[in-house]
C-alpha cells in the first residue's frame, strides 16, 4: 500500500532506546516496557547530535519512547501523540518474537496492519502540517518506521530499525527518501 497523499515537508523518525522486551526478544507492542541500561546510553548519545534546523519534538505515549525523548533531547518540550504508539499485537502481547504472526494477519484483540498504516499516515501528515519551520523528529517504534516506508518509500517494512538511530524522510518532489541520520 503506498500513501496517496505525501507528508507536507521532511520529518524524522527515531525508534527507541532498547528495551528489557527486545532484550528478551519479547512482543511488547502496547505493553509498556522499560529501557535497559544500553537503551538508556543509546538515547543519551543522541544528545550530543547536531541537528541542522530547529525541531518539533513529538513522542509516542509509551514510557520507553518518553525516556528516550528525555534523554536524547534533554531540557527540551516534546508533546505526546497517541498516533505514534506501537501497534497493538493482542494476544501475542509478552510472547516471544519467534511467535509473532504475519504482519497482514490481525492479531485477536489487536490492531490490523491497514488500521495500523491508516494511523500512522494520518499522524504524520498531521505532525508535518503542525510544525510550521521546525524539522519533525518524531521518537516512536519499529513498527511506525516500518509503516512509513510502506507508505512512502519502498513499499515494504524492510529490516528492524536500530535503536536510537535518527531515521530522516526527506521530501524530494513527489517522492520521499529515507537516510539514516
Known sequence: MIATHLPSRSFCLI???????????????????????????????????????????????????????????????????NGLRERDWGVFEGHPLSNQPVREDTPDRGESWPDMLMRVQTTIIDICAASEAALPVMVCHSGIIRAARVLWTTG??????????????????????????
Open 15 to 81: 525508534r527507541h532506546g532498547e528495551t528489557t522486551a527486545n532484550a528478551d526478544e519479547i512482543i511488547a507492542g502496547v505493553t509498556d516496557v522499560p529501557l535497559t541500561q544500553r537503551g538508556c546510553d543509546q538515547a543519551r548519545a543522541l544528545s550530543h547530535r547536531l541537528w541542522p534546523e530547529p525541531i518539533a519534538l513529538f513522542a509516542s505515549p509509551m514510557s520507553r519512547a518518553q525516556c528516550t525523548a528525555r534523554l536524547a533531547f534533554p531540557g527540551q518540550a516534546f508533546e505526546l501523540h
Open 156 to 181: 515494504d517494512v524492510g529490516q528492524r530499525p536500530p535503536n536510537a538511530i535518527p531515521v530522516l524522510f526527506e521530501k524530494a518532489g513527489q517522492q520521499m527518501l529515507e537516510k539514516t541520520l
